[in-house]
């Protein structure tokens, strides 16, 4: 039972435009959540986060947005760099960590 | 910022042996550490909890008898996939908080180790 869930298992975007990734979670009593990039054989590293008392957190480039009505978020990274080609992993803190499935992101010149 | 180790980065085993993959903190002291785990194309999945000193507990689903835990000291906790068979390779996480919080942001994850039993 996939409790956080990110439905495109892939992106290309053009550099300098906008990457939207979206995660879409089941479980209400989630309130916090995180985003984490993740290159090839290595672990992967914090991104940006958010509490569920919030709809919105901006750091950089990067901004996540929560809509708890629709047990949503997404992040926003803009402009997208060829250095933000990854995997990115949505999670959800319960008493411990639930990662979604992941996104790969390219970013092309 | 805080790093964790892990050690060996690749290892392959023929099937029926034993691995152990080590985890460090090598800045921080680490109550408290993950071992997770990650097919291809898949979510991490958390395997156990590793609190210093104590017993790891283990995730639905997860042989504690196969993949076993040690937490001997607050900078070090050990993967062993005893018995290993193929269906055991994977890519083994493990990450470590730098608080005493139950789970934070503040959770620092090592590089991986990726297994291939043959």
């Known amino acids: 039972d996939q409790q956080v869930k990110q439905n495109s298992p892939s992106l290309s975007v053009q550099e300098g435009r906008i990457s939207i990734l979206n995660c879409d979670y089941t479980n209400s009593m989630f309130d916090y959540f995180l985003w984490y990039k993740k290159y090839p054989a290595e672990g992967p590293t914090f991104l940006i986060s958010?509490?569920?008392?919030?709809d919105k957190n901006e750091d950089g480039r990067f901004t996540v947005f929560l809509n708890k009505s629709a047990k949503h978020l997404s992040l926003h990274i803009v402009p997208s760099q060829p250095g933000d080609s990854a995997v990115y992993f949505c999670?959800?803190?319960?008493?411990?960590?639930?990662f979604g499935t992941g996104t790969r992101l390219q970013v092309f010149p | 910022g805080a790093v964790v180790s892990q050690h060996p980065s690749w290892v392959i085993c023929k099937s029926g042996t034993s691995v152990k993959i080590e985890c460090r903190s090598l800045d921080f002291q680490a109550t408290t550490m993950f071992w997770y785990r990650q097919f291809p194309k898949q979510s991490l999945m958390l395997m156990a909890t590793?609190?210093?000193?104590?017993?790891?507990?283990?995730e639905q689903g997860v042989e504690k008898d196969k993949f076993l835990i040690n937490h001997a000291s607050l900078t070090l906790s050990t993967l062993t996939v005893t018995s290993a068979h193929p269906e055991d390779s994977s890519f083994y996480i493990c990450?470590?908080?730098?608080?005493?919080?139950?789970?934070?942001?503040?959770?620092?994850f090592g590089p991986g180790t990726r297994l291939t039993v043959t």
């Open positions: 590793s609190n210093e000193g104590s017993k790891a507990t283990y």
């Open positions: 999670a959800a803190i319960d008493d411990k960590l639930i």
């Open positions: 990450s470590a908080l730098t608080s005493t919080e139950p789970v934070t942001t503040e959770q620092y």
């Open positions: 958010i509490s569920s008392i919030k």
